[in-house]
């Protein structure tokens, strides 16, 4: 109890922040007249309510937090938070289980983007801008925001920072104060979200719609406001407007920070991550491209091209939009989708996945003991760019990815046990994960989760939450190690 009660008077605190989010929908709903505005103000009110009892009933509890506390409060952060979110689309919703709201909100904290809903057209403008808003808030991370409050309550920011931050450089700093750090994030991400709403508005889209799709493409999250995504728009320009958006998300956000500050575009030819990720990605639009005309699937190139890009991008940076039933083409192209969206997104980014660092390191690791085979006696360090990078970090990450394997098949053969087919089943842990969204066959980019029976759904939104906890702060707690004194 001496562990818990600390982090329960932070969580506390951040319960009441996290009800000051619910006015975006209640002014929402005011504007369009939808009719859900008590649904949000009375979801506000148990929210900061809730909050205020857990503040106050361990407030004699505060202290600084140590190492340890950062990981149980993150993961509690996301599954006590996606709780509170499920209770409007509860009061809205009706017919609605708990399970199915509590994978919506899930799915959309942890930018997922899988849902279980049907008649996303016709859903109040209200409800269907609090699931894009948990999108873009998901996508930076909720704790790095109260990282830049926090500290004024006199909570330490530090380990919660490094505890949710994706990648395996959780030490690097932008700034000398780590507030600073998440002040400057967040920043970055608020300008470059107003830039992709205007961006949308001027390609076609309306004010609505435009700022929903903003926000699910900065966070990766995939929402819609429509059934068929974005192929409800049937618009090349909206979706070259959202490949640039979702690549530029799908870059390390300290690298965009640091252009925006030197007003130049340095940082990015100095990014081994950024070119690496560009180039994979970029590349295979051209030959998934190439395959679907070759294939006849599209009756010329520059269709197939279209197609390819879109989808490809939206998968490969886990955002999880759809602009097509790409579950029809031929089975070499979705599958080489989702190998993507485990390898290509940056560290620092808000997509998911194994990440383009860790690929990187370990094809030079595993470049490194060819080379020691044959050279013994070489000293060949592993460098990503001109940096050397450290034999313990290289180890944690051959870690990572043994985990995450294993995390892959030990899921998808939990989800065949309870009836699933082997490419549903498989494909769904993939876009769980990797937060992607829509995976192939019964769960693909035409249908969605709400088939799902409620055992599946509560193993998949287990797994949304290890993909974007990036398993170690998830899995550290069911160790009996970390409950010890």
């Known amino acids: 109890m001496n562990k818990v009660l600390p982090i329960t008077n932070v969580l506390g605190l951040m319960l009441m922040i996290f009800s000051l989010t619910l006015l975006l929908p209640v002014a929402t709903s005011f504007w369009y007249q939808d009719g859900t505005a008590w649904e949000f103000l009375e979801a506000m009110i148990i929210t900061l309510g809730g909050g205020y009892l857990m503040w106050l009933s361990t407030r004699r509890f505060k202290r600084e937090l140590k190492a340890r506390d950062g990981f149980l409060l993150v993961t509690l952060v996301w599954t006590v938070m996606a709780a509170f979110a499920t209770i409007p689309l509860l009061d809205e919703l009706h017919g609605l289980s708990f399970t199915d709201a509590y994978f919506e909100t899930m799915s ?23 699931r894009h808003e948990l999108n873009w808030m998901g996508g930076m991370g909720i704790i790095v925001l109260a990282v830049a409050v926090l500290p004024l309550l006199g909570i330490g920011g530090r380990q919660l920072y490094k505890a949710e931050t994706p990648g395996p450089m959780k030490d690097s700093q932008l700034t000398p104060r780590i507030t600073e750090t998440a002040k400057n994030l967040w920043l970055v991400y608020f300008g470059i979200t107003v830039a992709c709403i205007l961006a949308l508005r001027w390609a076609g889209m309306s004010w609505f719609d435009a700022i929903c799709h903003a926000f699910a493409t900065m966070g990766l999250g995939g929402f819609s406001t429509h059934d068929a995504s974005v192929g409800y728009f049937n618009s090349p320009l909206i979706e070259f407007v959202l490949i640039v958006f979702m690549l530029i998300a799908g870059m390390n956000f300290a690298t965009h920070f640091l252009a925006v500050r030197g007003r130049s575009l340095k940082p990015y030819l100095a990014d081994p991550e950024a070119k690496a990720f560009l180039l994979l990605v970029i590349g295979s639009c051209f030959g998934i491209g190439f395959y679907l005309w070759w294939m006849g699937t599209y009756p010329d190139f520059w269709s197939a091209l279209r197609h390819a890009s879109f989808n490809l991008v939206s998968v490969a940076t886990d955002c999880g939009f759809a602009s097509a039933d790409f579950d029809k083409w031929p089975i070499f192209a979705p599958l080489w989708m989702l190998f ?6 940056s560290s620092g980014s808000t997509g998911g996945g194994i990440k383009m660092i860790r690929t990187l390191l370990v094809f030079k690791q595993g470049w490194r003991e060819m080379l020691l085979l044959i050279h013994p006696r070489a000293v060949v360090p592993v460098k990503v760019g001109d940096h050397a990078i450290a034999n313990k970090v290289v180890f944690a990450v051959q870690g990572f990815i043994f985990l995450y394997f294993y995390s892959v098949v030990a899921l998808t053969f939990l989800l065949l046990l309870s009836g699933l087919d082997f490419l549903s089943a498989f494909s769904a842990v993939i876009a769980c994960i990797n937060n992607a969204g829509p995976g192939l066959n019964q769960v693909g980019p035409a249908t969605n989760y709400g088939m799902l029976s409620d055992f599946q759904t509560w193993v998949l939104s287990f797994t949304m939450l290890l993909g974007r906890l990036e398993l170690f702060t998830l899995l550290v707690l069911f160790t009996p190690a970390f409950w010890r004194k």
């Open 108 to 130: 959309g904290l942890t930018t997922t983007g899988a849902t279980v809903l049907v008649g996303l057209d016709s859903l109040p403008p209200a409800i269907n801008l609090w």
């Open 340 to 345: 993507l969206s485990c390898v290509s997104v």
